[in-house]
């Protein structure tokens, strides 16, 4: 039953963000797409959006005090509840907002903190969420202090709390962070020791931008039932499944969904559940090919591996959703050079893509297009690494 049914009005939300030099208005909208699709993962409903052309956001208050003013007018004549913003913001410029807007203010950053709040589900997830929560609320103690409250269950002084109640709390989080901190290094141990029992067998690890299809993908190769759904960080914690093919055993293994800003407090806490991709023989870099930004997904994902230390890693790239792929035909008298939205799907295959140095493949999960050949080929991948670590097993295959 949802929120409207219960007769609970659902949380509302604008979008703000920042146009930054040498960036086009579609790469910005892009970005709010994603935002309001965070947003929604979030159970909050995006009503409106703000932009501003800057050349950097303001230290202050990240956009100008007319734009400001704009929103808070915005904000107050329709009883919005909430305005996000598409970047980090430092704790002054939180300050500032809060002070000027009067409702709750939410950055990216905490925004995903508060989905991966709401999908961690098991100890180990929310260990690692609760930590980068703790690490993200510490510095900004002053102005989140009637958000600590609402977490005591109101107790404290409402009208604003002392230095000495906001020092009490620092030294609260600061005990609770390191707590968490040894919880996650005897999980850590555990999980080695887990690794290390399932012996030298080849390990293949799904890897992309979230909401490509990972999971989904899992379920075909491996036949387990993985859960998925259309989602943004719809997976948290790793799966690692034995797979046969051909009489050919591996692991392979699904795991977080990496995404444009991912806050570093994330990726610091959960870089052991990331060991999975570090240790990987291969990874099949899966691209959801009809995202209009699908190539700066992958750059975000180069990125994100080279920073986990998984950046030299033989890669298999594996492109999505080909049953979603759509373009604009460019009229016969436009003589402009063609864009990749103007390119068929056999075009942009004969594009950049043709030449790739890593082996490629065009599949639909959901339709189960290609999945056959995707087998086929990770087979001959796998049995390759195999073959190398075990010589005199090759008769086998």
């Known amino acids: 039953m949802s929120e409207e049914t219960k007769g609970i009005k659902p949380e ?49 208050l990240y956009m100008g005090p007319g734009k400001i003013e704009e929103i808070a007018a915005y904000v107050e004549e329709n009883e919005i509840d909430t305005v996000i913003f598409d970047d980090e913001l430092s704790p002054s410029q939180t300050r500032n907002i809060e002070q000027a807007i009067k409702c709750r203010i939410l950055d990216r950053t905490n925004l995903i903190l508060n989905i991966f709040v709401q999908r961690a589900q098991t100890a180990y997830a929310k260990t690692q969420v609760q930590l980068a929560q703790y690490e993200y609320m510490l510095p900004r103690l002053t102005g989140m202090w009637t958000h600590l409250e609402r977490q005591r269950g109101g107790t404290g002084t409402r009208g604003g709390a002392g230095e000495r109640e906001i020092e009490t709390d620092r030294r609260v989080i600061r005990n609770r962070i390191s707590k968490l901190k040894e919880d996650l290094k005897k999980i850590d141990k555990q999980m080695a020791v887990q690794r290390s029992n399932r012996g030298s067998m080849v390990r293949v690890s799904l890897v992309g931008y979230t909401n490509v299809g990972k999971s989904t993908i899992m379920n075909l190769i491996s036949k387990s039932d993985v859960f998925a759904e259309n989602k943004l960080f719809a997976t948290l914690d790793t799966t690692v499944r034995k797979v046969v093919l051909d009489n050919l055993p591996f692991l392979l293994s699904d795991t977080v969904g990496f995404i444009r800003k991912l806050p570093t407090q994330l ?131």
């Not at 703000?16 to 993962?41: G, H, W």
């Not at 870099?285 to 750059?299: L, M, N, T």
């Not at 180069?302 to 999505?320: C, H, R, S, W, Y």
């Open 12 to 60: 509302t939300a604008v979008l703000a963000s920042v146009i930054r030099d040498k960036q086009d208005e579609t790469q910005v909208n892009e970005y709010l797409d994603e935002l309001e699709f965070l947003a929604e993962t979030a159970g909050i409903a995006t009503i409106k959006r703000f932009t501003q052309k800057l050349q950097t956001p303001s230290s202050k």
């Open 267 to 397: 990726v610091e806490s959960f870089k052991s559940t990331l060991d999975e991709v570090r240790e990987a023989d291969l990874l099949l870099h899966v691209v959801d090919i009809s995202h209009p930004g699908f190539e700066e997904q992958i750059d975000v994902v180069k990125q994100t591996l080279q920073e986990i230390g998984a950046g030299d890693k033989p890669v298999f790239m594996v492109f999505n959703k080909i049953d979603a792929y759509s373009h604009i035909p460019k009229d016969e008298d436009d003589l402009t050079p063609a864009t990749k939205q103007n390119m068929t799907l056999e075009e942009l295959k004969n594009s950049w893509m043709g030449k790739l140095d890593t082996p490629c493949i065009f599949i639909s999960a959901k339709e189960k297009i290609n999945i056959e050949k995707l087998r086929q080929d990770l087979y001959v991948m796998v049995r390759e690494i195999h073959s190398g670590r075990y010589p005199f097993n090759n008769f086998l295959y």
